[in-house]
């Protein structure tokens, strides 16, 4: 389903809506259990309360509906027939996982079978089909997952603010009647589409930000694993260090679950860790400059919560992210081996059909030099082993982004657009760089209305501490209030 011109009003969806408390309006049964969470939908199919088939029906109707820019490419046909495969097996008691019959789609540059792969872009409009589906595609098949389509994305998964001059940029659905603001990106409508109620939960990629900045600007949860701990064979990808996929969705245990689904290893979710004995280590200096003063008040709140409940709060520096974010302000590994992937684009006449301003985060690898990436790839080992060391069983923990969602009147002016980039994706910056798992978690509004978010983060390869810690934190810290209130 290409993107349509028409005006679009985004629906105002709780990211998280129990089952008992109706989102959609008009106390429906059904758009109650299509607003809840993953896991509680996964249980009301158990339960008979509703089948999949109907409930991927309201979510297509409702998508058709919404936003002409959140999905790329529907695929209806595939998920009515996994709906009713799903229905089959619940009905005969034999779940596959726990969300089987729980809809889900895909960020764009993940390949099914038998659809084409855009990522975002005008050059891959007309790609060839993929012959199969990527490896967390077929593995959430083979946990009964129901796929809905492929999300819209910025182009090529290279933009922390998400906009996307060839299909359109995904509406923020946590603004009601405000301007319209930037949903985040790169995993655009995978944020944007589950906060607005057209799917549960959705894959997204992070290599920089690009899973937890959607997920601050739409009040979400979003979850970035370590690399390669989910697979990453069919999906596109911009640079093959840094890149994650994980998902966006409506609680920490849906990203439990989905963690293990998207492993091929279909289970429960794990007990949460108490909070009376989690350590947390907050970063004094560059990760706690320029916030947004809502952002800041709500972020101490919630330190005070975790306090309050026993955790244990240290506030120190980490060196290391000085010397990172010294070390990325003249390139990238990321631009680098983004521009080597799409060099041939780059310097000839396709260059004209390519976003400018993703382009130009490109080209800045045409001039760095082989000793700039080899510089930056022992920074990264050395600033992985000292702040590993620092954490010391400690979780990190700091703002997701330094603002809320920007209006997109200001990304117009370049100055401005620089700036909220850097504030948007500063903080995941640094988690990608040094390769830590990370969970964004709603923590407030600001006195716009705007969602703010937390992040939590772990040493490379401790997803599984990091998910149980999640589950601890964020009932403590998930409050739709702000400091107005």
Request: proline content about 8%; charged content about 20%; some cysteine.
């Amino acid at each position: 389903m290409d993107a349509l011109k028409r005006p679009f009003a985004p629906r105002r969806t709780p990211p998280h809506a129990p089952a008992g408390a109706s989102a959609g309006g008009g106390g429906d049964r059904l758009d109650r259990i299509a607003d809840a969470t993953a896991a509680e939908i996964g249980r009301a199919l158990a339960t008979g309360e509703t089948s999949s088939l109907a409930l991927t029906e309201r979510l297509l109707t409702r998508i058709a509906a919404g936003d002409p820019a959140a999905f790329i490419r529907l695929t209806p046909e595939r998920a009515r027939a996994e709906a009713t495969a799903a229905d089959a097996r619940l009905a005969a008691g034999r779940p596959l996982s726990p969300l089987d019959g729980v809809p889900i789609a895909w960020k764009d540059l993940v390949d099914m079978a038998g659809e084409r792969t855009t990522a975002g872009s005008a050059l891959h409009a007309d790609a060839i089909p993929a012959i199969r589906d990527a490896a967390v595609v077929a593995n959430a098949a083979r946990a009964g997952m129901v796929s809905l389509g492929k999300l819209n994305l910025a182009e090529f998964a290279y933009s922390a603010l998400g906009q996307n001059p060839h299909f359109g940029t995904p509406a923020n659905p946590a603004v009601g009647a405000g301007p319209a603001r930037a949903p985040g990106g790169s995993s655009s409508a995978s944020g944007a589409a589950v906060a607005a109620g057209l799917v549960p939960c959705a894959l997204g990629s992070d290599t920089g930000g690009s899973i937890r900045i959607p997920a601050s600007f739409c009040g979400v949860v979003g979850s970035k694993s370590s690399g390669g701990r989910l697979p990453m064979g069919g999906v596109f990808p911009l640079s093959k260090t840094q890149d994650t996929v994980g998902p966006l969705c409506r609680s920490v245990e849906d990203a439990a679950l989905l963690d293990a689904i998207l492993r091929g290893a279909p289970a429960p979710a794990p007990p949460p860790r108490d909070v009376a004995n989690l350590s947390l280590l907050v970063p004094e200096g560059i990760a706690l400059s320029d916030l947004a003063e809502d952002v800041s008040e709500n972020f101490e709140r919630s330190l005070t919560a975790l306090s309050r409940a026993g955790a244990w709060i240290r506030r120190e520096p980490l060196p290391a992210l000085e010397r990172i974010a010294q070390a990325l302000t003249t390139g990238s590994i990321v631009a680098a081996e983004a521009y080597a992937l799409h060099r041939t684009a780059l310097e000839g006449p396709e260059l004209a059909r390519i976003d400018p301003r993703v382009a130009a985060r490109m080209l800045i690898g045409q001039g760095m030099s082989a000793a700039d990436l080899v510089d930056l790839h022992r920074l990264r080992d050395e600033a992985m082993a000292e702040v590993a060391a620092a954490l010391d069983g400690a979780f990190l923990a700091m703002p997701t982004t330094a603002i809320a969602a920007p209006k997109l009147s200001e990304l117009k002016d370049e100055a401005a657009f620089r700036r909220l980039t850097h504030l948007a994706n500063r903080n995941t910056g640094f988690g990608s760089f040094l390769d830590l798992p990370g969970l964004a978690i709603p923590n407030g509004r600001d006195r716009s209305g705007l969602p703010t978010s937390f992040l939590l983060s772990a040493p490379a390869n401790e997803d599984a501490a990091l998910l149980r810690a999640g589950l601890g934190v964020e009932p403590l810290i998930r409050t739709t209030k702000g400091p107005a209130a």
